[in-house]
C-alpha cells in the first residue's frame, strides 16, 4: 500500500512529536541517578529560597546573582558542596529551558577565589580491609535481619559496589521495573549484571576461601532464609524479624549499615567517636577491594567499573604508598 492509503490512519505529526518529547525526557531523566536529580532538586529550592529572601529574582539566569549566592554560601559549606550547588543551579535552569554561563567572570573569579582560600584536599572515606569487614560481620545478630546485612557487607566488598548498585539488585533478570541489575549464582560465585554509571557491566564475585567469609554463600543463606525467589534481592524485615518484606532496601542503609559496623568492631580505636564515625560509610566498602585486593590494576579496574585506570587508582588508598623509594633509588 501506498503511504496516503486512506485504510492506514495517518499520526498527525503534533501527536507524533509529543510522543518523541516524552520519550526524549524518559532519556534525559535517565543520564543521572534519582540520587544526583534529588540533590540537584534540593540545590535548586535552595537558590530559589535564598533569592526570595533578598527579594531578587531567580529568573531569568543571573551570573552576577549566583557568584552573590556562592560567596555567602562559602561561608559554611565546602568547595565540593559549592561545586555541587552551582550544577545543581545549571540542572535547574535547564530544566526552564535556560542557560546559566558558568564561565562568566561573576562566577568563575568567585569559585577561584573560594578553591584558593578554602581548599583543602578531600576527605576520603576510609578503605575496609578483610579482616575489619569479617569484624564487622561478627558484630551483626544471627537473625534474618543480620543474615540480610551480613550478605550486603560482603557481597558489597568482594563485588566493590556502589550503594545503588548493592541495593538495586533483583534476583531475576527483568524482576523489577525500579531494578539496576540481577543476580546469576552458578557453581564458582554470582555473576552481577550491572547498570551502573558508565552503562552496563558484568562483575564476577568468586566463591571465598571459608564458608565464614564467602560473600555467595551469605548470599545464598539470605535468599533461602528470607524465602526470596523473585523480585529485589535485598528488602525490608519485618518488625520481629522473621519475615523478608516486599520492599526493596534504600540505598542509604549501606551508609548507616557500614558506619555502624566499624564502630560496634571498635575499628580505628585510637579516634575520638566522632571521627570514626565520618570515617566510614558506603563507599569504605568499594574503595576496600581497591585498595587491599593483591591482584593486577587491569582487574580491579574492571570490578570497579572504571573507564581509565588513573581513576581506579584513586580508589587504592595508601596500596602504592613508598612501594619505589625515589630517595634511595637517587643515592641517598
Not at 85 to 112: C, F, N, P
Request: charge should be positive.
Amino acid at each position: 500500500m501506498s503511504q496516503t492509503d486512506p485504510e492506514i490512519p495517518a499520526i498527525a505529526p503534533t501527536a507524533a512529536l509529543e510522543e518523541l518529547a516524552e520519550a526524549a525526557q524518559d532519556y534525559a531523566r535517565a543520564s543521572a541517578s534519582d540520587n544526583t536529580l534529588r540533590a540537584y532538586a534540593q540545590d535548586w529550592a535552595d537558590f530559589s529560597r535564598w533569592c526570595r529572601l533578598r527579594g531578587a529574582p531567580a529568573l531569568p539566569p543571573s551570573a552576577e546573582l549566583v557568584g552573590l549566592y556562592l560567596a555567602e554560601r562559602a561561608r559554611t559549606l565546602s568547595v565540593s558542596s559549592l561545586e555541587r550547588r552551582l550544577a545543581g543551579i545549571g540542572w535547574g535552569y535547564r530544566q526552564r529551558g535556560m542557560e546559566l554561563d558558568r564561565g562568566d567572570r561573576h562566577i568563575s573569579t568567585v569559585m577561584k577565589g573560594i578553591r584558593r582560600r578554602h581548599g583543602r584536599p578531600p576527605v576520603q572515606k576510609a578503605p575496609i580491609s578483610a579482616e575489619e569487614l569479617m569484624a564487622m560481620a561478627a558484630t551483626l545478630p544471627r537473625d534474618l535481619r543480620g543474615f540480610r546485612d551480613r550478605a550486603m557487607l560482603l557481597l558489597g566488598f568482594a563485588g566493590a559496589l556502589r550503594r545503588s548498585e548493592l541495593t538495586g539488585l533483583d534476583l531475576h533478570r527483568d524482576g523489577t521495573e525500579d531494578g539496576a541489575g540481577w543476580v546469576e549464582i552458578e557453581t564458582e560465585g554470582a555473576l552481577l549484571v550491572l547498570r551502573g554509571k558508565t552503562g552496563w557491566r558484568e562483575v564476577e564475585v568468586g566463591r571465598g576461601s571459608t564458608e565464614r567469609s564467602c560473600p555467595v554463600a551469605a548470599l545464598e543463606r539470605w535468599l533461602e532464609l528470607g524465602r526470596i525467589s523473585d523480585g529485589a534481592v535485598f528488602r525490608r524485615v519485618s518488625r520481629d524479624g522473621r519475615r523478608a518484606l516486599g520492599g526493596r532496601m534504600n540505598d542509604r542503609h549501606v551508609a548507616r549499615l557500614v558506619k555502624t559496623a566499624a564502630l560496634a568492631a571498635g575499628l580505628r580505636p585510637e579516634l575520638p567517636e566522632a571521627e570514626r564515625a565520618a570515617l566510614f560509610a558506603g563507599h569504605s566498602l568499594r574503595a576496600g577491594l581497591a585498595s587491599h585486593a593483591e591482584a593486577p590494576d587491569q582487574d580491579i579496574q574492571r570490578q570497579l567499573g572504571h573507564a581509565s585506570l588513573e581513576m581506579t587508582r584513586r580508589y587504592q588508598r595508601r596500596r602504592d604508598r613508598f612501594r619505589v623509594n625515589l630517595t634511595r633509588a637517587a643515592g641517598l
